[in-house]
């Protein structure tokens, strides 16, 4: 049995937000000049766009979003409730300046 592939998960700390990126790539990038940059900038918001779109016309991905949807559905339940429990018992606590 293979390993499972790691993958970076991105996050949105300053710190390792762009650690992700390939060293290579952010180096070109620096050295790129403004009117470069932004033509790069337009290129990967279309490759955003084109992507997007084949999402969404694949049905395929639709049909297993929607079964993925449905299975996760009691447990998203359950997890409403306890944020919703958590909150309601903070505000409980809050009121009586506790």
């Known amino acids: 049995m293979s390993k499972p592939l ?9 710190k390792d937000r762009f650690s992700a990126l390939e060293e290579d790539f952010k180096a070109e990038v620096e050295a790129m000049d403004k009117p ?4 790069k900038i337009a290129d990967w918001a279309k490759l955003i766009e084109a992507t997007t779109e084949s999402m969404k016309a694949d049905d395929d991905l639709s049909d297993k979003r929607e ?3 449905l299975a996760c559905a ?7 409730m306890a944020r919703l429990r958590i909150a ?3 505000r409980i606590l809050g009121d009586r300046g506790q």
């Open 36 to 39: 470069t940059i932004d033509r």
């Open 74 to 80: 009691p447990y998203y339940q359950d997890i409403k």
């Open 6 to 14: 790691k993958i970076k998960k991105i996050t949105k700390t300053a």
């Open 88 to 90: 309601f018992a903070i």
């Open 67 to 69: 079964t993925a949807r």
